[in-house]
């Protein structure tokens, strides 16, 4: 299956999306259709290549929609990608979105307010004696009011009429359409009794018109998608705070010259020199000099960290002082930044399993409220008119039926889930806390159990040799050293090279091994000088040799020795634990979380480095393959379950899990191996990220309950249903006012989470 992202014009609302998704979704050849209201995105799974983006937009065009294709080949700030020109397109079509309805509400909200006075005045003449009748003539304020509500209405307000037609010709109704139905029966009712006033005294209709309603409820809707619209410009500054980060220039050496380049320029191999206070251009190994360098802007780090030769550096990251240089290895697409916005981008367009509830409204909603209006209207002139009579029924029904049509819109519905994700999902990168996708974010929520890998996550996985102990006496230490290293030379595993990181300290040289053989979680073997060799974990009869049994009490890791089936002794290894690992798992108790360590290491060396920073559970000796058993037998008991390791070794328990941490280090960085990636591997932002994910999960909840809170009480106030009981009814004016609101408030309480501290202990 082939996905592409599309970007989308024309679209309003949560139904709007419903539509599309609902129509491309019939089209032969897509098997997949997501559509983001916020993101104002389609991505689109094809089965095969054949559908072009003109037979796409043939299906679309009808509704009043088109989509347009991204240019993977544009370049911006020297980072090639899709996503990036996407952002910046996007973020310029709602700037001229912005600029287009703030030219409307320049001359639609006087007007409106102008009118929304003159109508509580009068309002409050028929009730209230001290207050004075209007000053002008109802016939002249008619024709006014006619004048102004004519502009409003056919220049105005014309998406909503276009909105009425697109459901005329293919049946499919959004916002726009219950706000074009609504406000064009005012006016068309209204002019009708104005230019031919007979019509009002041959069928007994009120003197009212509602001109002025026609007026109000355009000029407020309109307030409320600027509003809106300016709210969502806000939600994608994440992604444009990170492209702004790329350097544009960089110095290079070729040819034995330097040049002043732009960055995406800079070439694989390139020697880069970097000076003081410069952008770093691109990814890269220092060969020459060192620095102390900024890279808060990319990990959340506030601290500067310092680079020597053979240390690696990210591009966009800032020089804080002296000079060096170093060879480019990853450019464009590849570098750090540019895959960090990818995945931001990417996931800021998913959808997050809450909003099904939203979509599932949302593509009955139109249609229900549609006919909801028509049969309140019905109601009205019927079983009104047996009460009140006709015309004071008539009157009631028209005021009722544009009162739902308008305060019926579903914008806030559409926006509740996917301005919150978008905003979270920049805050977490903001954080060096990169989420895969909106369903990671609101998984992790939910997390009752966090395990942690042993080394690399709660040690800092740099272990050294501390004892050696030889068992036979022909074997001094150095040899004992000499002969380990010899053999795990080739080994990969962190223990492996610390052994033989020591013999190079002592500058022992090394044997030839031959048939290496690793030993999956187990060991090494090979041969040394033709004698059989095997470095490897201390089996269950070697636990009780009282050196072995000191040594792990004291949380150090054994690896025993064996010549010619012969064990000669044995190598202690210590690691330390990670400097906030304990103020970590402190924050997750914090929370309610239960916090277990998983490793194959052995249960006194785990339980002791468990014990040093308060963790709940052990679970030792685990082979790498067994850890996603593990996982899954604590699922089995109900608990959900986060599993934090390195993205490589720890590969199948991360993907079991119910979210999987990776936690990152240096520009070896496994973004795309787990659902969340905490950059530079700091412990503390897994308890950051959760902070995240119920603030982020809270507002989502929030939104929701507001956007259907609005309707639930709003729809009957409007329809009049509490008029027998107690003469409240709700004037269309405030339905307007109400809608607006409710799009506005959504997208406000999003924006919240910009404002969220995740570091602060809680």
């Not at 694989?268 to 251009?281: A, F, Q, Y």
């Not at 990671?440 to 966090?450: C, G, K, P």
């Amino acid at each position: 299956m082939t996905t592409r992202t599309y970007s989308v014009k024309g679209m309003h609302c949560a139904s709007c999306a419903a539509i599309i998704t609902k129509k491309l979704s019939k089209v032969e050849g897509i098997s997949q259709v997501d559509v983001n209201l916020a993101t104002e995105q389609a991505k689109i799974g094809f089965e095969s290549n054949g559908l072009t983006l003109e037979a796409l937009n043939e299906v679309v065009g009808k509704y009043g929609f088109s989509l347009a294709v991204d240019h993977p080949e544009e370049i911006v700030c020297g980072v090639q990608s899709a996503s990036v020109s996407s952002a910046v397109r996007l973020k310029e079509e709602k700037q001229r979105e912005l600029l287009e309805y703030k030219a409307k509400v320049e001359f639609a909200l006087p007007v409106a307010l102008l009118v929304f006075i003159l109508m509580m005045w009068d309002i409050g003449a028929r009730f209230f004696p001290f207050v004075p009748n209007l000053p002008i003539p109802m016939d002249l304020l008619n024709v006014i009011s006619m004048a102004l509500s004519t502009y409003m209405v056919f220049r105005t307000g014309a998406p909503f009429l276009h909105g009425i037609v697109m459901f005329a010709r293919s049946g499919a109704a959004s916002m726009d359409t219950l706000i074009g139905i609504g406000t064009l029966s005012a006016y068309m009712y209204s002019a009708l009794v104005t230019l031919i006033p007979s019509v009002r005294t041959r069928l007994q209709l009120p003197d009212y018109t509602y001109f002025d309603v026609t007026i109000v409820v355009i000029g407020f809707v309109l307030l409320g998608k600027y509003l809106e619209a300016r709210s969502r410009l806000k939600t994608g500054e994440a992604i444009e705070k990170l492209i702004t980060l790329q350097a544009k220039s960089a110095f290079v050496q070729r040819e034995g010259k330097e040049f002043e380049i732009p960055a995406e320029q800079v070439r694989k191999g390139d020697v880069v020199i970097v000076k003081p206070g410069e952008k770093i251009p691109v990814d890269g190994t220092i060969v020459l000099g060192s620095s102390s360098i900024d890279e808060s802007m990319v990990t959340g780090e506030p601290v500067p960290v310092d680079k020597k030769s053979g240390d690696q550096v990210i591009g966009g990251t800032i020089n804080k002082q002296g000079s060096f240089t170093f060879t480019a290895s990853h450019v464009g697409t590849d570098t750090v930044l540019a895959r960090i916005i990818r995945m931001v981008e990417e996931a800021q367009g998913s959808k997050a399993p809450i909003q099904d509830i939203a979509d599932k409204v949302a593509g009955v909603f139109v249609p229900v409220v549609l006919v909801l209006a028509a049969v309140t209207f019905l109601v009205w002139l019927t079983v009104g008119s047996s009460l009140l009579g006709f015309s004071a029924a008539f009157s009631y029904g028209i005021m009722a039926l544009v009162g739902i049509l308008v305060i019926a819109c579903p914008c806030a519905l559409g926006l509740a889930t996917p301005t919150a994700i978008i905003v979270g999902i920049g805050k977490g990168a903001e954080y060096g806390i990169l989420i895969r996708n909106a369903e990671s974010l609101e998984r992790l929520s939910a997390v009752d159990t966090v395990v942690f890998d042993k080394t690399g996550t709660i040690t800092t996985g740099r272990p050294v040799v501390t004892d050696i102990a030889a068992f036979d006496s022909r074997m001094s230490h150095s040899s004992l050293l000499q002969l380990a290293a010899s053999l795990e030379y080739r080994s990969e595993h962190p223990l492996a090279q610390a052994i033989v990181e020591a013999a190079k300290k002592q500058s022992l040289s090394l044997s030839d091994t031959i048939g290496f053989e690793a030993l999956e979680g187990l060991g090494v073997a090979g041969l040394i000088d033709n004698l059989p060799v095997r470095v490897h974990k201390p089996v269950e009869t070697e636990l009780s040799i009282p050196e072995v049994n000191a040594l792990q009490k004291q949380g150090k890791t054994v690896v025993m020795i064996e010549q010619s089936g012969e064990c000669v002794g044995l190598i202690a290894l210590s690691d330390t634990v990670k400097e906030h690992a304990g103020e970590a798992v402190a924050a997750l108790h914090r929370k309610g979380i239960k916090v277990i360590m998983l490793t194959g290491d052995n249960l006194l060396a785990a339980t002791y480095m468990a014990g040093q920073v308060g963790i709940d559970e052990v679970i030792a000796e685990v082979l790498p393959q067994e850890k996603a058993g593990k996982i899954r037998e604590l699922q089995a008991k109900g608990r959900t379950v986060v599993m934090a390791g390195d993205g490589i070794n720890d590969a199948p328990a991360l993907a079991q899990a119910d979210v999987g941490i990776a936690m990152a280090t240096g520009t070896d960085i496994a973004i795309e191996s787990a659902g969340i990636t905490l950059l530079k591997g700091d412990i503390k932002k897994v308890a950051e990220a959760i902070t995240l994910s119920r603030a982020t999960m809270s507002v989502i909840r929030q939104n929701l309950f507001w956007a259907f809170i609005y309707n639930i009480i709003g729809i009957p106030l409007a329809a009049g249903a509490l008029y027998p009981f107690w003469g409240i009814f709700l004037n269309p004016v405030f339905s307007g006012i109400a809608m607006a609101g409710s799009s506005v408030s959504v997208v406000s309480n999003s924006l919240r989470l910009k404002t969220i501290k995740l570091d602060k202990k809680r």
